[in-house]
């Protein structure tokens, strides 16, 4: 089963720029779906950001649509997530998700421990 690193949240003022990223090893990379997904305290866990096993698709939150961009290398079997135009709304602990299918509609999820980004206005 694959396992999972975020790094490279941090500090960074409203406008500014971060770009996280994910590490994965344990597993066949390219197998996997990977998404990115964040928790403000307070609530629930949201979908941010997915990229398709050969990076050919991705997919966004109606919030970070435009600020946001997801890339995946899978001969590094590393996913990133540059991120613009930061908002204080942004703040967040963010997760990376690998999603694997089993077959008959079921999925595999597993998740990294999480990196925390901060926005400052």
């Known amino acids: 089963q694959v396992q999972l690193v975020e790094s490279g949240g941090g500090l960074v003022q409203a406008g500014g720029s971060l770009r996280p990223s994910c590490a994965a090893s344990?597993?066949?990379?390219?197998?996997?779906?990977m998404g990115w997904f964040r928790q403000a305290p307070g609530k629930e866990r949201e979908f941010v950001a997915s990229?398709?096993?050969?990076?050919?698709?991705?997919s966004y939150a109606d919030s970070v649509k435009g600020r946001f961009t997801i890339s995946r290398d899978n001969a590094k079997n590393t996913v990133n997530l540059q991120m613009s135009s930061l908002k204080p709304e942004d703040t967040a602990v963010y997760y990376c998700?690998?999603?694997?299918?089993?077959?008959?509609?079921?999925?595999?999820?597993?998740w990294g421990q999480g990196t925390q980004v901060t926005v400052s206005s």
């Open positions: 344990g597993g066949t990379f390219d197998r996997y779906v």
């Open positions: 990229i398709s096993r050969s990076g050919g698709k991705t």
């Open positions: 998700n690998a999603k694997k299918f089993l077959g008959g509609g079921k999925w595999m999820d597993t």
